[in-house]
């Protein structure tokens, strides 16, 4: 009987790492994505442009990248629009100038497809709104990952992983609950340690999907270090935990 407890226990935990591993794949890949944007491209001041990528691509997919050009101003503006996207031998740049009414919103679209991916697992956008006259420049940026499970687009492979991640780590706390019905005092200090490694990793991820990869960033690498204190703690040296 106790072998058979010490497996499923086993289980349970392997159930929940491998939750919180896809948690922070995700999550991390995202943010992999963002910096590179971020320094890859033309490096300038600017920033507010509203740009919307995919978050993810699967190697056979193509998809549309769009940005939202606004004039502000009381009169005609024609800005100038410079877009770049990655390649393997480098950023390839085009520019378009828009005529556009007082007040005139022009949505411009671009297409992204495998053969821009860079480092592998990776395509990297860069829309940069020059000034005119009195209408401030505008940059926007996005990193796209590209991966995919079983054959499923972009999209499925993310929403698989997202799903999967909850899924994994919820069955393997309910069984480690489940066999665990009386906490011992490191049976108790182990399962808060988990609950908030979870609620971190997945406020992570959550941070990912809108792309606020300052946030995401943080909290990955809180995580990564309360992994390394959960291993510490309880599982290399389990006995000091006990005094």
């Known amino acids: 009987m106790k072998l058979i407890l010490f497996f499923l226990s086993l289980l349970a935990m392997l159930l929940f790492a491998t939750g919180i591993f896809l948690q922070l794949s995700l999550s991390s890949g995202i943010v992999w994505g963002e910096i590179e944007a971020s320094i890859y491209g033309s490096q300038i001041t600017a920033s507010g442009l509203n740009l919307k990528c995919p978050l993810m691509l699967s190697p056979s997919e193509s998809r549309a990248v769009t940005a939202s050009i606004t004039n502000s101003l009381e009169e005609q503006a024609s800005p100038l629009v410079t877009t770049e996207i990655s390649k393997v031998a480098g950023m ?136 390394s204190v959960i291993f510490t703690e309880f599982v290399l040296f389990p006995k000091h935990n006990r005094n």
């Open 92 to 227: 390839q740049s085009q520019s378009q100038t828009l005529s556009l009414a007082p007040h005139e919103t022009q949505l411009l679209q671009w297409s992204v497809n495998p053969s821009d991916v860079i480092f592998g697992r990776l395509i990297l956008v860069n829309v940069i709104q020059a000034r005119y006259s009195d209408l401030e420049p505008r940059h926007g940026f996005c990193g796209i990952l590209v991966f995919h499970l079983f054959n499923l687009t972009g999209n499925e492979s993310l929403i698989l992983i997202f799903i999967g991640g909850f899924v994994l780590i919820f069955v393997g706390g309910a069984l480690w609950l489940r066999i665990h019905t009386a906490l011992d005092d490191m049976d108790a200090q182990t399962l808060n340690a988990c609950s908030v490694l979870a609620g971190v990793t997945t406020l992570g991820l959550l941070t990912a999907l809108p792309r606020w990869w300052g946030l995401t960033l943080f909290l990955d690498a809180f995580a990564l270090i309360m992994i």
